[in-house]
């Protein structure tokens, strides 16, 4: 609702429509916690019936695994509208009100508990999305929206075919979660179901080799965009893994899935290999999160308790940075710096407080103990370890290169003297008292989760061992 009030008012008011918006689906998401049991299955639930000959409902819920996805959606969904507020955009109002479309679509998919309803969500989030890139991305972007519109259709048809199939599997047509994941399926149909779900997650996440849209798609999109994309969007694909595929295809997941497991790291090392040569500062940033995100996919196709436990406090991490890089991207193009990273540096000198903010979140990213990006990371890896020393050791190598793209961007943009090619305009280097805060508020979430990862690991554990040990795949590891 406040998404097409929003689209329809003039820029001042739908900005704080807008921000009235995310914060109360933040507070809302926050009360339903105190509420929910972790130990416990679906709760809070809405359900009547909707296309009743089809066996469709109307079913919404919540548990541990999709609370925590909201808070994600919550934190994401703001700092987009925050970044929004501080851009040059035309047409703001319209821009806020897809931004929370977009938003809705996404939570929807995180509490459906009826896998057509889930469908339905999972194509709403694109329309927003498409729209957002082809009106406000850089000129000259139509061939990347098509692409990146082709890319994700052609997986969205594949898994609507295998969402038919479910539902019209068993003694009774429907596509409720307790009846999907109680089918028993033959190896065989579950082996192509999982191709056909996790080929329509591989290219949202997107997992090597279906993520030639990305680059492109990030460096031309509006930092806000961006920022939904890589801090939610495709948190979308990887919570539906572990939220659908796990239950519907649990042997094959076991066998067939161990492919994409070395297709996630395959893609980490090479988005970590590109993101070494990369000068554009945003083209970087996507490679980056490639291979951030290709790290959280292996954890969850590890079928190993600390490797899921590790891959959720993973996406946590990667949401704050994701907002926190992006936040400096925007700073850095309103002084003027441009995305060039060999025409910056010296800018710490001329402004200490925010060149240490951003040397923490480098760190961070680069998963230095006791900042976010470390326990789930560290999870990660000892999670690939006991499936197989050499592939932690090779996703190890991905760490290193990491380690290295990012002290050299910090580098470049950070330390030395202030390039003769930059030429500063009257507002650079200077941070609002609000920016001052937004990047404390980031900082203290890095040092929070990095601190205390143990709240995560808690409040999702349940239901990961819960939904392994129905599958009869829980493993000692």
Same mark, same amino acid.
């Given at each position: 609702?406040?998404?097409?009030?929003?689209?329809?008012?003039?820029?001042?008011?739908?900005?704080?429509?807008?921000?009235?918006?995310?914060?109360?689906?933040?507070?809302?998401?926050?009360?339903?916690?105190?509420?929910?049991?972790?130990?416990?299955?679906?709760?809070?639930?809405?359900?009547?019936?909707?296309?009743?000959?089809?066996?469709?409902?109307?079913?919404?819920?919540?548990?541990?695994?999709?609370?925590?996805?909201?808070?994600?959606?919550?934190?994401?969904?703001?700092?987009?509208?925050?970044?929004?507020?501080?851009?040059?955009?035309?047409?703001?109002?319209?821009?806020?009100?897809?931004?929370?479309?977009?938003?809705?679509?996404?939570?929807?998919?995180?509490?459906?508990?009826?896998? /057509?309803? =889930?469908?339905?969500?999972?194509? #709403?989030?694109?329309?927003? $999305? &498409?729209?957002? +890139?082809? *009106?406000? !991305?850089?000129?000259?972007?139509?061939?990347?929206?098509?692409?990146? /519109?082709? =890319?994700?259709?052609?997986?969205? #048809?594949?898994?609507?075919? $295998? &969402?038919?199939? +479910?539902? *019209?599997? !068993?003694?009774?047509?429907?596509?409720?979660?307790?009846?999907?994941?109680?089918?028993?399926?033959?190896?065989?149909?579950?082996?192509?179901?999982?191709?056909?779900?996790?080929?329509?997650?591989?290219?949202?996440?997107?997992?090597?080799?279906?993520?030639?849209?990305?680059?492109?798609?990030?460096?031309?999109?509006?930092?806000?965009?961006?920022?939904?994309?890589?801090?939610?969007?495709?948190?979308?694909?990887?919570?539906?893994?572990?939220?659908?595929?796990?239950?519907?295809?649990?042997?094959?997941?076991?066998?067939?899935?161990?492919?994409?497991?070395?297709?996630?790291?395959?893609?980490?090392?090479?988005?970590?290999?590109?993101?070494?040569?990369?000068?554009?500062?945003?083209?970087?940033?996507?490679?980056?999160?490639?291979?951030?995100?290709?790290?959280?996919?292996?954890?969850?196709?590890?079928?190993?308790?600390?490797?899921?436990?590790?891959?959720?406090?993973?996406?946590?991490?990667?949401?704050?940075?994701?907002?926190?890089?992006?936040?400096?991207?925007?700073?850095?193009?309103?002084?003027?710096?441009?995305?060039?990273?060999?025409?910056?540096?010296?800018?710490?000198?001329?402004?200490?407080?925010?060149?240490?903010?951003?040397?923490?979140?480098?760190?961070?990213?680069?998963?230095?103990?006791?900042?976010?990006?470390?326990?789930?990371?560290?999870?990660?890896?000892?999670?690939?370890?006991?499936?197989?020393?050499?592939?932690?050791?090779?996703?190890?190598?991905?760490?290193?290169?990491?380690?290295?793209?990012?002290?050299?961007?910090?580098?470049?943009?950070?330390?030395?003297?202030?390039?003769?090619?930059?030429?500063?305009?009257?507002?650079?280097?200077?941070?609002?008292?609000?920016?001052?805060?937004?990047?404390?508020?980031?900082?203290?979430?890095?040092?929070?989760?990095?601190?205390?990862?143990?709240?995560?690991?808690?409040?999702?554990?349940?239901?990961?061992?819960?939904?392994?040990?129905?599958?009869?795949?829980?493993?000692?590891?």
């Amino acid at each position: 609702m406040f998404g097409f009030i929003a689209f329809s008012t003039p820029p001042k008011h739908s900005r704080w429509i807008s921000l009235v918006s995310v914060w109360a689906t933040i507070g809302i998401a926050i009360l339903a916690g105190f509420t929910l049991d972790a130990t416990q299955s679906v709760q809070h639930v809405f359900r009547i019936s909707w296309f009743k000959s089809a066996g469709i409902e109307f079913y919404v819920g919540m548990d541990s695994l999709s609370h925590i996805m909201l808070l994600l959606s919550g934190f994401t969904s703001l700092f987009a509208v925050l970044l929004a507020c501080r851009s040059t955009l035309k047409q703001k109002g319209r821009f806020f009100g897809l931004i929370l479309l977009m938003q809705a679509a996404i939570n929807g998919s995180f509490v459906a508990f009826d896998l /057509f309803v =889930y469908y339905i969500f999972w194509e #709403l989030s694109l329309i927003p $999305a &498409i729209f957002l +890139l082809l *009106l406000w !991305g850089a000129e000259n972007n139509k061939k990347t929206t098509l692409l990146f /519109f082709l =890319y994700t259709l052609a997986g969205s #048809l594949l898994m609507l075919l $295998a &969402i038919i199939w +479910l539902g *019209l599997e !068993g003694p009774t047509v429907g596509f409720s979660f307790e009846k999907i994941a109680t089918l028993n399926i033959s190896p065989s149909a579950q082996t192509w179901l999982l191709c056909a779900f996790v080929v329509a997650y591989a290219i949202k996440i997107p997992i090597f080799p279906f993520h030639t849209w990305q680059a492109d798609t990030y460096s031309t999109s509006p930092l806000p965009l961006t920022l939904m994309l890589a801090g939610i969007m495709l948190k979308m694909a990887l919570f539906s893994l572990v939220r659908w595929v796990i239950p519907i295809a649990p042997i094959a997941f076991e066998g067939v899935g161990q492919i994409f497991l070395w297709l996630s790291v395959a893609g980490v090392v090479y988005a970590s290999v590109i993101a070494l040569q990369q000068q554009e500062i945003k083209r970087l940033f996507a490679w980056s999160s490639m291979a951030h995100v290709g790290l959280i996919a292996a954890g969850i196709f590890t079928l190993n308790p600390t490797g899921l436990n590790g891959a959720f406090i993973q996406m946590t991490a990667h949401t704050i940075h994701s907002a926190a890089l992006l936040f400096i991207i925007l700073l850095l193009t309103r002084w003027g710096a441009g995305d060039q990273m060999n025409t910056m540096g010296g800018f710490r000198r001329k402004n200490p407080f925010f060149g240490g903010i951003f040397l923490l979140i480098v760190f961070s990213s680069i998963a230095v103990p006791l900042t976010a990006g470390f326990p789930g990371e560290l999870s990660i890896l000892i999670a690939l370890f006991s499936w197989n020393p050499w592939v932690a050791l090779l996703t190890g190598l991905s760490v290193i290169l990491g380690a290295v793209y990012m002290l050299k961007a910090y580098q470049s943009i950070m330390l030395g003297s202030l390039n003769s090619a930059f030429i500063p305009n009257e507002n650079s280097f200077h941070l609002s008292f609000s920016e001052k805060i937004m990047l404390l508020f980031l900082a203290f979430l890095i040092l929070f989760l990095g601190l205390f990862p143990q709240w995560v690991i808690d409040w999702v554990n349940t239901p990961i061992q819960e939904l392994l040990s129905k599958s009869n795949i829980l493993m000692q590891k």
